[in-house]
């Protein structure tokens, strides 16, 4: 027993004798970290996939398999109904990867294989965008609904998109929301229902007591107002009001369903259908699930008596906000989503704009020997240091290109010319601020 072990032990020493020997060789130790994460494993595996002379070890081809639809024996290879909506998807919204895409899914036989989520995960999307596409494919009514609201595609709502969602925190309308959004008080019309939340708090005409109105309570009437909204604009029919008796069994049997089966989104929180089913009296969510507070169900629909509005048509659901009425939409929500994207796209760009121009200015300083070098130097300054001001004060960005158009104007421009060697090296730092 001991010789065996004495043994294995003895070819234990010899390799690790003849490694650290190739070690001395070679300098450098031959151990090296490997990335075994999903996403790691299939980047290598595209790479390999895509450039197969790269290595000899590579896959030449390979197919794609679904960890959705799992065997004892691991994922099964994807279908081709979800792969011909992952090509759809990638020919409208991400084209550049679609040979990629054909190059691995075209061998199922082959013994190569990369997991279709990971796959999507390593060029920036994922299966439920992929999901999401179809979808809204299927109920163009959806197709306004920001990616960042659907925290599910597998919600069950037969009849209706089977989505369940979950939007940010909506704040107050700014003031360029208000524009697109905003609705004077006598255009408001009597088949719009208007919800007060300038308050906070109201009576409920049904047992007279009083509901906080609270910031999420806000928030989430905003967000249902513009899937409504949206639902109405789109419709080509009107929605006139109705009695839901005749739905309510149905109704409440496929909520219940959708609840037991996402219990995380609907936890403590009421299914709300967009719209209301008063007014349009289809068990399913015809804008996906809405998990809201009751008090937020509440302000939707029963807070209006809408059996009053029997036979009555729905033209829209109208806020009034502390700033004024507004009227508001998925587009609207969404124009203001990439306006907010694109102010802090300039501000990233100028954060790292100005420090790289005062390296340049410090630089200009050393060399600044004549008088009126140093004068073209000191008006430079000038900009860079409001610049610098309105950047840890959180300016706006874009009033920074006209601080610096306006103090050039004031003192740079009016200097007179110099011969000194600094004055090109100023020169470039004069035009990159106005280039802010």
Known sequence: MNSHTDNIQGHKDQSASAAGSQMQISGESNFKFVDNRPEALAQRKIRAIANPNETSSAIVQGYFTDKTNMSPFGPRPANQETLTKVRQYLQAQMPENVATFDKIEADQSAKGSVCLQDWLKSIGTSFQNVELASIKQQFPQTKEIPESWVSSTKAHNPGGPPLMLQPPELDSPTSSQDEEMGIEEEDIRPTDLVTDISVDKFTYHRNKKTYPITPQVKSELRAGTSLTNTFIDQSPAPLIGANTQPIK????????????????????????HHPDTFWLPQPSSQMGWHPVTSTTNTLEGDSHDLPKRTGQQLTGMVLKESSGYTRPTLEAQNAHTERVEEVEMEIAKTAADVPSIREKLDAAEEMAISAN???????????????EIGLSEGDDPSIFGEIATDYLGQTFDQLPASTASVNSLLEDIAQELRDL
């Open 249 to 272: 069994k149905e109704t409440d049997s496929i909520r219940k369903k959708a609840r037991k089966e996402d219990p995380k989104s609907s936890t403590g929180k009421t299914l709300s």
């Open 373 to 387: 070098a140093i004068n073209l130097w000191k008006a430079l300054e000038a900009v860079v240091e409001r610049l």
